[in-house]
């Protein structure tokens, strides 16, 4: 297994370098080969389509859904990241669904933050530090 790094996701699902998407289909169409995306690319991978592609949610929704199909591409956990991208769509951020659901799987109590959106969105499980 391989793992993906930002820049190469980035570059298949943008596809504005010709040269490294040639080079990115090339690496995934390895027959046998399966690739690991980290959260975290995930993550970065959000702020980057955001702030310089000026993607907006539901594109980045909707292209990290059809992330999720490509059958040699392994997640940390494909639950985690479909209920991130339903918030997505639904007015949240990406990186705050991923840290909160990711607390609950580590067996939190609670998520300390001071994030408005976050403490909406996870009443009693998200608290503002006393």
């Known amino acids: 297994m391989t793992g993906l790094d930002t820049n190469v996701l980035v570059r298949y699902l943008a596809q504005d370098d010709e040269a490294q998407l040639r080079a990115v289909l090339t690496l995934l169409l390895k027959?046998?080969?399966?690739f690991f995306v980290p959260d975290l690319v995930l993550i970065?991978?959000?702020?980057?389509?955001?702030t310089v592609y000026q993607w907006t949610?539901?594109?980045i929704a909707e292209a990290?859904?059809?992330?999720?199909?490509?059958?040699?591409?392994?997640?940390e956990?494909?639950?985690?990241i479909r209920?991130?991208?339903?918030?997505?769509?639904?007015?949240?951020?990406?990186?705050?669904?991923?840290?909160v659901d990711r607390c609950?799987?580590?067996g939190c109590k609670t998520v300390a933050t001071f994030d408005k959106g976050i403490i909406k969105r996870h009443p009693g499980f998200a608290v503002i530090p006393k």
Do not use: C, P, Y
Request: charged share 30%.
């Open 104 to 106: 609950r799987e580590m």
């Open 64 to 75: 990290f859904g059809r992330l999720l199909s490509v059958h040699n591409l392994l997640f």
């Open 44 to 50: 970065e991978a959000d702020w980057v389509l955001t």
């Open 77 to 80: 956990n494909e639950g985690r």
């Open 31 to 34: 027959k046998g080969a399966t």
């Open 57 to 59: 949610a539901e594109e």
């Open 83 to 99: 209920a991130a991208l339903r918030a997505l769509r639904q007015g949240a951020d990406l990186s705050d669904e991923l840290i």
